[in-house]
């Protein structure tokens, strides 16, 4: 249950940013403000600080490797801040070089993200 959830992220929710052609892949972004030396989450001049971060695995059938990716103090105002895309896109780079260094093929039956979100996850958003 847990993979296809974490599948879902990748193929219908955060982190499209992360799949990889021909293969399902499964992970969780994460978004965070980051502390500061006050204890509290304001810079000196009243903004913040993020931690963009992606962790995922592959194949996410038949798991052979696990990758985390943490961005610290992405562009505070762009929308590249966030663990879907900021760290998710850097997964799927170094997802390809492991599929390419240690030739990982997913399951005959794995093709990759399905083209349209299946009727029972209900809609995108």
């Known amino acids: 249950m847990m993979r296809s959830l974490m599948s879902d992220v990748v193929c219908f929710g955060t982190a499209k940013l992360a799949q990889v052609p021909g293969m ?35 194949p996410a059938y038949e798991p052979r490797f696990t990758v985390l990716v943490s961005v610290e103090d992405p562009d505070p105002s762009s929308r590249d801040r966030f663990g879907g895309t900021a760290a998710a896109p850097v997964f799927a780079n170094i997802a390809q070089a492991l599929i390419t260094e240690y030739d990982v093929r997913p399951a005959a039956t794995d093709l990759g993200c399905p083209k349209h979100r299946p009727a029972e996850l209900g809609p995108e958003h």
């Open 24 to 58: 399902t892949v499964a992970g969780k972004t994460g978004t965070a403000y980051r502390t500061q030396a006050s204890g509290g989450y304001e810079t000196a001049t009243g903004g913040r600080e993020y931690r963009a971060s992606f962790v995922g695995f592959l």
